[in-house]
């Protein structure tokens, strides 16, 4: 009996010590198993949009993986995201400090960095940081890009230049579209650059170049107008006027008042009124409408009407200049009261802006988001849900 109990005993002590080698032999692997599931989720959590979760997940991992540089410079970028910048470049330079950094995490640091400064509009220190990542990664491409915004941004134009047509080289031939596209803003700045410092040839060269690499962008038919109405290209200049802000809608009310100070001093007025005209026919931007109504009333109130009426139902701003067109047309005692008179007499604000990229508001028209997106600016009322179903149907 006795030495049965010694074989049950050294049994059961046997199995006691499998069972805790196995749990030692696969602790750690049950451990990589959790933070891959925890990754998981929080790509997940991304993927649906969820930020402030996905941050929260983020912090826990950098709590429990101090080590793990991938995850600060995640953090970092998440953190640049909800607008935490100053945060987001500790983290970067925290990181960059450390002297064991994989190159491909230095090279991500270092863009980070970049994209943080740009952030906060200090392009000269983006470009510095920008610079070091490209002398490491030379091939790139998400360096290359961030590379030329930041040039960009700081107006170095021949540089952004340069730099977009090594991305296009570079970039996967889904992406070559938009490489074109960049240098052709790029092309565009350096034009009006060469415009400004009394070389009118060579913004010209530079500006057909543009207009061949982004035929479709607003800020370079601008570029085109300005050039052609510099030169005194009449008919040109009322073209590219044309096509600048049926191409950039958002910015009508810039464009077309910057249009017409050309044509006063060109007595330039009916051609431009005409090319007006034919835009508000077919125009289905609010902030174009009302824009291009405003001065075609001069002439043809009833078609300016008939434009604002299209878009009055989804824009306060052409409701109110439908009702200011009406008093100035009828007699006074037929008129609205004197409250919606009054009301109707103030000046048109121009409407709110976006970033269609990024949904970053703009307080003024620019051809150019602080996000890097060229020609994004629109109206928040073209943005509805009402206009979108209008414009499918």
Do not use: Y
Request: proline share 5%; charged share 25%; aromatic share 4%.
């Amino acid at each position: 009996m006795s030495e049965l109990l010694v074989i049950v005993a050294a049994a059961l002590a046997g199995g006691g010590i499998g069972v805790a080698l196995a749990w030692w032999r696969l602790a750690p692997r049950r451990e990589a198993i959790e933070r891959l599931a925890r990754r998981g989720h929080v790509v997940h959590e991304l993927a649906e949009g969820d930020v402030e979760n996905v941050a929260e997940e983020l912090e826990k991992i950098a709590e429990a993986e101090p080590n793990d540089a991938s995850v600060f410079l995640a953090l970092a970028a998440l953190d640049r995201r909800r607008g935490r910048v100053e945060r987001a470049k500790a983290l970067h330079r925290t990181v960059l400090a450390s002297a064991d950094l994989p190159p491909e995490l230095r090279v991500a640091g270092l863009v980070g960095l970049g994209r943080d400064l740009l952030a906060q509009g200090n392009e000269q220190a983006a470009v510095g940081a920008l610079t070091r990542a490209i002398s490491l990664a030379p091939r790139s491409v998400a360096t290359l890009e961030s590379l030329a915004q930041a040039l960009e941004q700081a107006g170095a134009w021949e540089r952004a230049a340069a730099a977009w047509e090594r991305h296009e080289k570079l970039a996967p031939a889904r992406r070559r579209r938009q490489s074109r596209i960049g240098r052709g803003h790029a092309v565009a700045g350096q034009a009006l650059a060469a415009l400004h410092e009394g070389d009118p040839r060579k913004a010209r060269k530079l500006v057909d170049r543009a207009l061949e690499l982004a035929p479709d962008s607003g800020h370079v038919w601008t570029a085109r107008a300005r050039i052609d109405a510099a030169a005194g290209e009449r008919e040109p200049a009322l073209e590219a006027w044309q096509r600048a802000w049926e191409l950039a809608p958002a910015g009508a009310h810039a464009l077309t008042a910057e249009a017409w100070s050309w044509a006063v001093e060109e007595g330039a007025q009916e051609e431009l009124l005409e090319r007006m005209q034919a835009s508000l026919r077919t125009a289905s931007a609010s902030s174009l409408v009302v824009a291009l109504a405003e001065r075609v009333a001069r002439r043809e109130p009833e078609q300016a009407a008939v434009a604002l009426e299209r878009v009055a139902s989804r824009s306060p701003a052409a409701a109110l200049g439908l009702i200011r067109l009406r008093l100035a047309q009828g007699p006074r005692d037929s008129a609205p009261g004197v409250s919606v008179r009054d009301a109707a007499m103030k000046d048109i604000m121009p409407p709110t802006l976006v970033c269609r990229q990024c949904a970053a508001p703009m307080v003024r028209f620019g051809f150019r988001c602080g996000c890097g997106a060229w020609d994004s600016a629109v109206a928040v009322e073209d943005l509805s849900p009402r206009n979108s179903n209008r414009s499918r149907a």
